[in-house]
Every structure is written in C-alpha cells, then in structure tokens.
C-alpha cells in the first residue's frame, strides 16, 4: 500500500514553550511530509480523535507522532497502523535542555528529520502465522513442579503431555517421611501432599501421561513443535505448542566432601538417607541398627564452598530441623546438634525455626566443621571450630548427616562450547551441556545454555523465568533450588508462561521481551556467504543451517532484537520496520555544523531496554545533558550493525557512543548476549579507523543501567571533552 | 586435642528452664545483652556466653566461672533482649541451681528449691518449738508466767537458754555448710580460670567488701536502678540487726561472765530482756526493724513495678523475699503487742517469729539468703584474676 507520512506535533508538556514550533513544522515540511499538523495535547481524547480524522479523511496510514518517548503513551496512540514512529520530543529535548536556545531546536530539528525518515524506509510488518499451530502444553518431569504445571495448565483448558523418566509419578517427594509446616502454628509437621496431586493429575482427562519415558527430540519451533516420546523400546510422536522444563535434582555425591567422611565412616549419612530411615519407622545407626541417641546435623555440607558447590540449596536447613523434630519425637532423651553456617528458615519457616529453637535437646551453634573422626566404637566424633561458645569443640555422637545440596540435571554432562571458542576467551556466546533432556533440533545444541553452575541461563535480574529458548520454560528445583511452596509456585507460573506463548505466537506476535512486536526477519539469501555469523551469534538458537550452511530462520522461535542485522557483514538480514538501511540512512542525514561553528555531533546509539530508559530517567528528573549529541534507539545495542559507524564518520560525525546494558558474568543484557556481542565487534573497528586516520577513540561502548540515569549527563559530557581533545572530524563538509 | 569434649547435660537444661529460666532457648546469641550491661567486663562479657553454655546444658563451664556472681540481676539485658529470652532469669536460675551445687547437704538444696517441700521445711521449727514450749508447759497463754512488773516478757515465754541451743547449732551448721561450699567452689574456680588468683587476697577482700557497703554495683543498674536503695535499707538493716543480736547476747551474758572473772558487772549490761525502748539497743533494733520493712516492701514494689521488662522472678526469690518480710513484720508486731499487752497476739506472733528466723537461718546455705557469701566469693575471686568489677 503507499505510504502516506502524517506528521503531528504536539506543543505540551513544555515542547511548545520550550521550541520554536513553526520551525519544527518547516523542517518537516521540507522533508516532503506531505500532512504536518500541531495540536495542543495529543494524548487527550481529543488529540487521538485529530490524528484519526485525518486518517480517515486524508489516507494518511504512517502516523510520525513527535511529543514524548515512546516508552509511554503507546497504549493511547494504538492507531489502526502498524506505522508509528515517535519522535522524543519531551524527555530526550526540552526536559533536558535550556529551552528557546540555538542548540535545542537544532536537536529537535534533527530529531523530527531523523523520524520522517526512518518512516521513509519503514514497510508496515505483517504478522507470521504459523501453519497449523498446537495448544498442547509439554511438560518434562513429573515430580511436584511438573505434576503442578501440568495440572495447572490443564485446569486453564490446555491439553497436556506429561513424560517422566521414572516408572512412578511425584519424585523425590513420595521419598519424603513428612513435610515441615505450612499452617499455623507453623509446629507441627504434616502429611506429604503430594499423592493427592498425583491421584489429581491422573484423574485429569486434558493429562496425557508417559511413564518410563524420555524425551528422544523436539524438532520445530514454538507453536510448532514435533515432539518424540521413547517408552518400552518404542517412540510416539505428538504435536505442542511450548514446553515446560521440570526435571529436577539428584543429591550432590556426598563422597566428593572428603573431611566429612561419608564412605569412610559408616555411620555417616545423607540428609536424603535420613529421610529414608524416618520413611522405614526407625532411627538407627547403619553400623549396628540399634537407635541414635545423639545425631549431629551438619549444615552447608559441601555447599557455599567454592571447593563443592558453591551455592545453597535453600531447602536444607529447613529438612534438618525437621529431621531433628523426628529424632524427638522418637526419644525425648535424645540429644541433636546442628552446626551451621547461618540458618536459612525464609517466610513462614522462621516459626518452624523458633519452635525447635525452644526444645531443650537441641542445641545449636554457628561454626565450622573441620572434621570428622570415628572412636573404637564407630561413633563419629565432629570437631568444629569458631562457634558460639567461644573456642573449639568435638562432640561424640552416634550419627551424623550430612545436610547435602541439589544439583540440577542440567549439569550432569560435558560442558560443549561452540566450534573456536576456548574457555577462558573473553566473549563465549553459549556453554550447553550434553545431557539428555529436550534434545531440541537447534543448531546450536540440543539442550538449555547453561550460564552458571549447570542451570539453565535466564536473566536473572529481569527475567528469570525465560531460558534461552523461546517457548521452553524451566520451573521448580531444575531452575533454581527452591522448597515445595516454592515449586508449586514456580510450577504455576511457567505453566502460565508456556500458555502466554502460545497464544501470542497464534497472534505472530513475539513472545518477550518484545511482546507484540509482529515483525521478523528477512534474509535476502542471494548475497549469503554463508559464514555462519548469524547462526551462532543470536542468543536465542532461532536460526538453524542446512547441510550447504545457509541459515534457517524460524520466526517463532525468534524475539525480534535484531542481533542477526547487526552480525551480518553483508547486511542481509532485516526487518520490515528495522534495517541497517533504515538506521544508516538516518544517520547519514543528521546536521553536521560546519567546524567553524564549534558545535560537534556525537552520535549516541542506545539499546531501549536499558540505555534508553536511562536517558529518558534523566529527562524525568529534569537534569540537563549535553546539546549535541544525536540519540538513535537501537532495539539491542547487539544490532549495532559496523557500517553505521563507517556512515557516521564519512559524513563528519566526530564520536559515536555506544550505550548498553551490562555484560558479563552478573549481566543484564535483556537479550544475553547482545551488549557483549557489540563489544566485540567495536574491537574490530578499531583497524578500520586507523585506516581512515582517524582517532579509535572516536568511538567508544559504555554499560549503563536505568538506575545509572544519574550519570547521564557526566557520561555525555566525558565523552564530548574526549571528542574535543581529538578535535573535530577532518571529514566535515566532505 | 586442643578442643574440648563437649557433653550436654539435658537433665541440667531441663532444671534451668524448671527453676525460672524456661525461656533460655529462645536466645540467638546476639550479644546485645552483654552490650546493654553496665557490669560486664568487655572481654569475655556476660551473660550472653552464659546463655548458650546455658542452651547447651554445660553445667561445669557455668559454674565454675564468676561471672554468674558478677551480675547483680539488673535485668537490663532482660528488658532488652529482642527475643524476649531474659537472660536476667536464666542466670537467676544457675545461680539457684549453683548453691544447690556447692552446699551440701544437697537433698536440703533440693527442698528449698521446689515448692512441694515447703510445709515440710517449715513444719522442723514449728515442732521443735512447740515441743520446747510444751515442755515448759507453756502451750496456753494462762500458763506463761509474766515479768515481775506484771508485762508480757519473751524470756519468760520462752528462756534464753532454750532459744540459744536452738539458734547456736543451726547457725553454727549453717556457718560449717557455708565454709565447705566456699572451698569448693574455689576450687572450680580456680580449675575453672586455669590459673591461681594473683596474691594479696587480704587487699581484694578489703575492696570486695568496700564494694558490697557502698553498693557500686547497683548504681549502674538503669530498669531497676531503685533497687539500690530498697537493697541498701535491706542489707544495712540486716547488718543493723546482726549488732542488736551481738549486744543482746552481750547483755544478757556479760554480767556472768564479768562475775565468773570476778569483776564487777557494767551497770549497762542490762541482763535479761525484755530492754526499755530508751535504751541504745533498742534504738539501733528498732530502727533497723523499721528499715527492713520498709526496704522489704520497697523489693516487693519495685519487682511488681518493673515485671514486664525485667521478669517477675521466680520461687526461690519469692520465698526468700516472704521469710525476709516475715521476719521483720512478725518481730515488729511482736514488739507492739507486747508492749500494748496484747497477749492473745504477742505470743503467737513470737511464736511465729522464732519459726521464720529459725527457717531463715538453717536453710541460709541453700535459699537465695547464700548469694551474700557466694557474691562475695566470686567478687573477691574475679578481682583476684584481674577481671575487672
């Protein structure tokens, strides 16, 4: 359809005051906007309704809005065109900026120049609809997260496959003898619930259950998956829409904790084997099997230890107590230490924790294990040292436990890193760990990236209920070590998740964090050179290759930021509403004062998920930043396509900044590895500039955070002292 | 092995938290009572390690050290504790359960420890006395003989003679049980510090005991900071009493004694009693009579004032608190109705007089009446150590 670009500003919240309005209009005007309207307050009813009119009056159908950021008011301008563009004329201009000043309406000018013709190379994106898409909700593990998800998922009206690798359905908690309290008094110690799920998902008709069953492969994308079942030596296939991950834990090897002596001393055990002695009737020392009279908890063990595992596994200190309350029960004689590092009781359990805190045979200390010894008669003897009484002690007792971690399934394999990458490189761009649980057909691998400690990778500070895989969900102690209340939770929420995807890759919308967004990638194969740069490099594994190593792109899988556009060296990837020719092109038409006039250009390329939001923090809060830079949202700063640095310098820009969100280890890049991925690339621009005899200082990443909004200002600032000890670009008026 | 075999004790747990200290447990080891307490030493403070030795039934550790002494029961740390564990009360209950400890025999310590004996304990003097009386045949009130001016007259009710192998005896026992608790319990505590107290003993005693008279220690007190002066007009009166005693034996026994040196008795050693108010014994009795009750109801005030902060005490304190109170009230009312010639009451109320005395004198060592030579112990012991008070 031909586009025709309206053009409406709007001169509140101080853009009227601020800017010399009719000006604005001028430079629109010569743009060619052929409909290019003021009003006084465009979010009121009354302004949407002027915007409407024309549009059914004057056909116009691609809406260039220039008021405040688009990070807000977007639900009110929802016109009937996927074309909007919005022109930040609030918080990015005049709260920013000294208003009726020179260089202020100079950005302004160069802001509503910059939309007009990004809307020149913009097309109107059409949804993709898969063909014959699926409802069914898979769910893998049928432990508590797993039977929960499934149930809950059912209940919401969604069909459900449920595989679980074990004969029986409801895993390590149809082990457990009975739970810690979930109801006030919180004191007293309750029946497992889980049979009541079991018998519950079992009667539920929506629930299609495989026992003695593994996952074989998951071919396809979300809404599209073929799934294949292996059971009793044969393979079923069905059909689902996106995939809840709950497989669970296994103890951490409690041999691996030399000094604690498990193996060694027989009368040495689990938290996991103590449950089961609760489970049998009777609390005996394995050596003999005559009762325990005095039983030592050891916290921590092999846990918050760099040496083991060296994280929590939140779930332990609550057991113990539990585990010592049913050493009391048995015999009120009975005598229990627990040596801790802290106790961990969260919520509700602190009650728990206090009511067996009041026991007069249970006594507690913080302290360190140093060891474990045996007498002639097999009884343990546990030294510990900096614990509350104040010097070292040894305690002779009959039993000891171990109160061991969980290690999720994820980590039980070889850790592959991508063909070339080393460990210990400065960038690796996914770990997968050769396990045998989704067995997807991506190219990059067949299970989760894993970031740390053989979970499966989500962003932990915005998102951690997304893995890198849009359409699989991880829920329960697979995800992060969590208590029963926890996992029913968790369970609740994927099963949710998994639903939300589905219905919006029904809609060809993306799934998150770009929710909505019915645009997706187009490659123009005929100049592919087949380097496999975008096949590696998207966080997401949306992109297999055929045999020759020419890319497959499945749009569903894919969340739309645009890394694959700024990987290509050969720019052939783009979006309807986002290429490198849209970005290059209004690059290459900023302003660039003469270098008489002493004002530089900087340009400044923001990722909208972090550095964007910062900018626009800074505008709410009213602190001025400097006048001459150029802001150009990117959708991931991992977009950043190479050329539009090579754009900006030719035409005399003096600096390019890229912002960011952080990278690394505790990264918050919303899109993984996006921000890292720019970081590398600048790296290699390096030569280029040299080339060109130009300072490689020019250009330049930082890592910002919205909560950074403060530094905004001396950011831009430092960055611009920088660009004017370099002096201005030799390129200028070329 | 430099650490130590640790052996909790449940049954000891179970007689702290049975003798006051029942919610000892609840303590988390902040330490913000030994931070709140203006009589703690700053190393190795208390009572914060008190309470988990306490928690973890280490009888041996608590004993043996004088911290336990050193506390003067502020309960600052009591009104404090954020977990309400009041650790005023738990170490209350060591101390109850340490006396019972060191004086043997120690089936008496038990006994005045637990409510259930306490008819029993006060049965002993109530038979003896009545037994002394009805052999003087001095049961009915018609049958007690007057003093040659017609007055109701205690010595003739009941002879100095009797009285006097009856007191003579228990307050020797009482000073022969008080003798070997003090040994031991030096003893742990020097096992205890791991070291022997540094010499000049004389000095420390000296300045344990200008300590005690001047009441140091309770002025840093800040709850129940007006138990200073309750526990002064208690203690001096005590003192006050102890005198009257001295020079009533004095008194009555002097003349006889100057007679069998062959001198000539002073005219102011007055004889028998009863002694006319003028007189400078009656003075100092009456006075510190008047003292004690009024710093026995200002204990008793004070505790009821200040119970929600600092607890509100247990048996052992109570029934120390009532013999005190009774001993005043009932040697006072004494006084009075002999002197108005209230005979129906006078004689009950001596009666009832030489029961609580004899009760506070014979269970001294094993009711809360030992702090004032367990205290004074573990003072002398811990300036002794350098552990500064």
Redesign the interface.
């Known amino acids: 359809m031909e586009k025709k670009i309206g053009v409406y500003i709007c001169t509140d919240c101080e853009i009227g005051k601020a800017l010399d309005i009719d000006s604005l209009v001028k430079v629109a005007t010569k743009m060619k906007a052929p409909v290019v309207k003021t009003h006084p307050s465009l979010c009121l009813k009354e302004g949407v309704e002027f915007i409407k009119k024309d549009m059914a009056a004057e056909g116009v159908n691609a809406v260039i809005i220039a008021a405040c950021s688009p990070r807000v008011n977007y639900d009110i301008f929802n016109l009937d065109t996927p074309l909007v563009e919005r022109v930040n004329l609030r918080e990015q201009v005049v709260w920013t900026h000294p208003p009726n000043d020179e260089d202020t309406q100079m950005m302004a000018e160069d802001y509503v120049r910059m939309g007009i013709l990004k809307m020149q190379r913009m097309e109107a994106p059409e949804p993709y609809k898969v063909e014959d898409l699926s409802r069914n909700v898979l769910v893998i593990g049928g432990g508590i997260a797993g039977l929960t998800a499934a149930n809950e998922a059912a209940k919401a009206g969604y069909d459900v496959f449920l595989v679980e690798k074990n004969e029986a359905l409801g895993g390590w908690m149809t082990k457990i003898y009975k739970q810690a309290p979930t109801k006030p008094p919180y004191e007293d110690l309750e029946e497992p619930e889980i049979n009541d799920l079991i018998k519950e998902v079992q009667q539920n008709p929506k629930i299609k259950i495989f026992t003695s069953a593994l996952v074989e492969k998951i071919d396809g994308a979300p809404g599209i998956y073929d799934v294949t079942v292996k059971r009793n030596g044969g393979v079923e296939t069905f059909r689902a829409g996106a995939i809840v991950e709950a497989a669970g834990t296994v103890p951490y090897d409690a041999a691996k904790i030399a000094h604690l002596g498990f193996g060694k001393y027989s009368n040495v055990i689990t938290n996991y084997m103590m449950e089961e002695l609760a489970t049998k009737g009777a609390i005996v020392r394995p050596s003999d099997g005559k009762p325990a009279k005095s039983i030592a908890f050891i916290q921590c063990a092999g846990q918050r230890d760099e040496k083991y595992l060296p994280y929590c596994s939140a779930t332990c200190c609550t057991e113990s107590l539990k585990q010592a309350k049913y050493v009391r029960n048995q015999d009120p004689?009975a005598?229990v230490f627990i040596f801790y590092k802290d106790i961990r009781t969260p919520g509700h359990y602190e009650y728990f924790y206090?009511s067996m805190?009041?026991?007069?045979?249970i006594?507690?200390?913080?302290g360190e294990v140093k060891g474990i010894t045996e007498d002639e008669n097999k009884n343990p003897?546990v030294?510990?040292?900096n614990t509350?009484?104040?010097?070292?002690?040894?305690?002779?007792v009959d039993l000891v436990v171990l109160a061991t971690g969980m290690v999720p399934v994820t980590a039980l394999g070889d850790e592959i890193l991508p063909p070339g990458v080393n460990p210990g490189d400065e960038f690796i761009p996914y770990v997968m760990i050769e396990t045998d649980i989704l067995n997807l057909g991506y190219r990059q691998g067949g299970e989760l990236p894993s970031l740390a400690h053989g979970y499966p990778d989500s962003n932990f500070i915005c998102f951690p209920y997304e893995t890198r895989r849009t359409g699989v969900y991880s829920a329960g102690t697979v995800r992060a070590p969590m208590d029963i209340t926890f996992s029913k939770e968790d369970a609740t929420g994927a099963a949710l998740k998994a639903i939300q995807c589905i219905e919006l890759t029904s809609r060809g919308e993306a799934v998150h964090p770009r929710v909505g967004d019915i645009s997706y990638a187009d490659f123009f194969m005929q100049k592919c050179t087949q380097c496999k740069r975008c096949t590696e490099e998207c966080p997401f594994g949306a992109i297999n290759e055929d045999e020759k190593a020419n890319p497959l792109y499945s749009p569903t899988r894919c969340r739309r930021c645009a890394v694959c556009v700024g990987a290509c060296p050969e720019r052939i990837i783009s979006f309807k509403n986002y290429s490198v020719d849209m970005i290059g092109n209004m690059v290459k038409n900023i302003e660039v004062p003469e270098e008489e006039e002493e004002k530089p250009r900087a340009i400044v390329f923001a990722c909208e998920n972090d550095a964007y939001p910062a900018l626009d923090m800074a505008g709410i809060n009213r602190l001025q930043f400097n006048a001459f830079v150029r802001v150009v949202p990117l959708r991931c700063i991992g977009s950043m396509n190479l050329v539009w640095v090579a754009d900006a310098l030719s035409k005399g820009i003096d600096g390019i900044l890229l912002m960011g969100c952080q990278y690394g280890e505790d990264y918050q890049c919303h899109m993984a590895t996006g921000s890292h991925l720019a970081k590398i690339r600048l790296s290699k621009v390096a030569e280029t500039l040299d080339r060109l005899k130009l300072e490689s200082g020019r250009v330049q990443m930082t890592q910002v955070s919205i909560a950074d909004y403060q530094k905004i200002p001396q950011i831009l600032n430092e960055f611009l002292e920088k660009l004017k000890e370099f002096g201005p670009n030799p390129y200028k008026g070329f | 092995?430099?650490?130590?075999?640790?052996?909790?004790d449940?049954n000891f747990?179970?007689d702290v938290?049975a003798s006051g200290g029942e919610s000892l447990?609840?303590c988390?080891?902040c330490a913000t009572c030994s931070v709140v307490c203006n009589l703690s030493p700053d190393d190795?403070p208390f009572p914060r390690?008190e309470m988990?030795?306490a928690?973890?039934?280490?009888k041996d550790k608590l004993f043996s050290n004088p911290d336990i002494w050193l506390c003067h029961q502020c309960s600052d740390c009591t009104a404090y504790c954020p977990r309400g564990a009041k650790p005023g009360e738990v170490l209350n209950a060591v101390r109850k359960l340490s006396i019972q400890n060191y004086s043997v025999p120690r089936f008496l310590g038990k006994a005045v420890g637990s409510p259930s004996y306490l008819v029993l304990l006060f049965a002993i003097p109530v038979v003896v006395f009545l037994v002394l009386l009805a052999s003087l045949g001095h049961l009915s009130i018609s049958d007690i003989p007057r003093a040659a001016n017609g007055s109701i007259s205690y010595a003739k009710f009941l002879p100095s003679l009797y009285i006097d192998s009856v007191f003579m005896p228990i307050a020797i026992f009482a000073v022969v049980v008080f003798a070997l608790g003090i040994s031991r319990y030096w003893k742990d505590l020097t096992s205890g510090a791991g070291m022997e107290p540094k010499g000049g003993l004389l000095n420390t005693i000296i300045a344990t005991i200008g300590t005690i008279l001047s009441h140091k220690q309770f002025k840093k007190c800040e709850v129940t900071k007006d138990r200073q002066i309750s526990h002064l007009l208690v203690f001096y009166s005590f003192i006050g009493l102890a005198i009257t005693t001295a020079w009533a034996v004095a008194y009555l026994y002097g003349p006889a004694i100057m007679k069998l040196l062959g001198m000539k008795p002073f005219s102011w050693l007055l004889g028998e009693s009863p002694y006319p108010l003028t007189d400078p014994l009656k003075w100092l009795a009456n006075i510190s009579a008047l003292a004690l009750i009024v710093g026995i109801t200002l204990v008793v005030s004070n505790r009821l004032k200040n119970k929600e902060k600092a607890g509100k005490g247990s048996y052992f304190d109570w029934l120390f608190i009532s013999v005190v109170y009774l001993v005043a009230l009932s040697g006072i009312l004494a006084e009075v109705f002999r002197l108005a010639d209230i005979a129906i009451l006078a004689y009950p109320v001596y009666f009832i007089h030489l029961v609580v005395v004899f009760f506070l004198f014979i269970y001294a060592p094993f009711s809360k009446m030992a702090h004032m030579v367990y205290r004074a112990t573990a003072m002398v012991f811990a300036k002794s150590t350098g552990r500064e008070i």
Do not use: H, R
């Open positions: 004689e005598k206090k805190q009041n026991d007069p045979g006594f507690m200390t913080k003897i030294e510990v040292e509350l009484l104040g010097e070292k002690i040894s305690v002779n | 092995m430099s650490d130590q075999l640790i052996k909790p449940l747990v179970k938290i447990k609840k988390f080891q190795k390690k988990i030795y928690q973890w039934g280490l």
